[in-house]
């Protein structure tokens, strides 16, 4: 029997209509260096290039401990045990893939009907499942889309400017970076239905990640549709909380919006 991962990507070509690479690596993805210095370069599940997207399966192994696929006792060329250096490649996948324009979709093992022993595969409720992840409705699309499309546009912006992000899967549209002893801790919020209380959502969100260290910067990024909503906290009040405002414009520019640095 084909593994859960063969059956999800299968489906996926079903809803897009075409086949896609399996196990496509880039040479830009990279391992961490071996003992002499050498990089392999990470593959992905699948990768569809007319649609510049790519899919990883996320199986049960990826969100919780599993000793006989961590081996806990064999430590990698990263320095570290297998599950270990599995959630840092996952979160460079995070990374890494949308910074170089393609799409990344992630098609979890909860997503699907799942038992201990794996997906009961029950086609037709799959198919429905796998199309609404991979081809949501337009508005849909539209409203969700947009703060990805920041989230995008911020993180090359980082990357840009010496910093290295990492998408956590704490939070949604969540982002954080590192450039030497600084740390940023930033919350993305699109143009949603209800703006206003979802930017006011995004402050609370920040602060109640706040912690007392030094070295750590918290940042509200917006896109300029939502630049007025994020503004009625004045400069002084985000002066106050520590908050740096970031405006995202449509063709991905990113500018800080404030008269005053941590």
Request: glycine share 10%; with cysteine.
């Amino acid at each position: 029997m084909d593994s859960d991962e063969a059956y999800v990507l299968d489906l996926c070509d079903e809803v897009l209509g075409s086949a896609g690479l399996r196990q496509h690596r880039f040479d830009w993805l990279v391992g961490d260096p071996d003992g002499q210095g050498r990089r392999v370069q990470l593959p992905v599940d699948g990768y569809w290039p007319e649609h510049r997207l790519v899919i990883e399966y996320q199986e049960r192994r990826h969100e919780e401990p599993v000793a006989h696929f961590d081996k806990p006792d064999r430590p990698t060329v990263s320095g570290v045990h297998r599950g270990v250096q599995r959630a840092r490649y996952d979160a460079r996948r995070r990374t890494e893939i949308p910074a170089h324009g393609l799409r990344l979709v992630e098609i979890r093992h909860t997503d699907l009907a799942a038992g201990p022993r794996g997906l009961h595969r029950e086609r037709v409720a799959d198919l429905k499942v796998v199309g609404s992840l991979l081809l949501p409705e337009p508005v849909a699309s539209e409203v969700a889309g947009a703060a990805d499309r920041v989230l995008e546009a911020f993180q090359r912006w980082l990357i840009a400017e010496g910093w290295e992000p990492t998408v956590p899967e704490s939070g949604r549209h969540l982002i954080e970076a590192v450039r030497g002893e600084e740390r940023l801790i930033g919350q993305v919020k699109g143009h949603t239905a209800s703006v206003g209380t979802d930017v006011d959502t995004g402050y609370g969100q920040l602060l109640r990640r706040m912690a007392d260290a030094p070295g750590i910067r918290y940042a509200l990024i917006v896109p300029t549709s939502v630049l007025p909503h994020a503004e009625r906290v004045p400069d002084h009040v985000r002066r106050r909380l520590g908050i740096d405002l970031y405006e995202v414009t449509d063709a991905g520019a990113v500018t800080h919006r404030a008269n005053w640095r941590l």
